[in-house]
């Protein structure tokens, strides 16, 4: 089973990526999926997370109103829209998924699967 983000890249502050999440090996259309990140030298942090049928959402207090999660089950993918990019929001983001059947959750602890991460710097 693998995880794999990308879109990541180098944004002036003001800009917008978009982050995609494509899931091989098996279909997680029963799992929540959640992005994270993690800046230097501190912990790893929910961004959003969404629930196996998109009914569901949760984002962070600091991107409320400027990201957006979705997925698309029928490609196996999960997506990261994020606007008015800031510089605090420069990090390495990780797509997660939850075991089948598990609802979302803010803990990364709590996440089974793992993508490797896509950076995304974002400059003043």
């Known amino acids: 089973v693998q995880l794999q983000a990308s879109g990541g890249g180098l944004v002036q502050a003001g800009g917008s990526l978009r982050l995609s999440c494509a899931a091989s090996?098996?279909?997680?259309?029963?799992?929540?999926m959640g992005w994270f990140r993690q800046a230097p030298g501190k912990e790893r942090e929910i961004v959003a997370s969404?629930?196996?049928?998109?009914?569901?959402?949760y984002y962070a207090d600091s991107v409320k109103g400027r990201f957006s999660i979705s997925r698309d089950n029928a490609k196996n993918s999960v997506y990261l829209q994020m606007n008015s990019l800031k510089p605090e929001d420069t990090a390495v983001y990780y797509c997660?998924?939850?075991?089948?059947?598990?609802?979302?959750?803010?803990?990364?602890?709590?996440?089974?699967?793992w993508g490797q991460g896509t950076q995304v710097t974002v400059s003043s």
């Open positions: 997660a998924g939850r075991r089948f059947g598990e609802s979302i959750t803010t803990m990364y602890t709590q996440y089974y699967y």
């Open positions: 090996g098996r279909t997680f259309l029963g799992n929540g």
């Open positions: 969404i629930s196996w049928n998109g009914a569901s959402t």
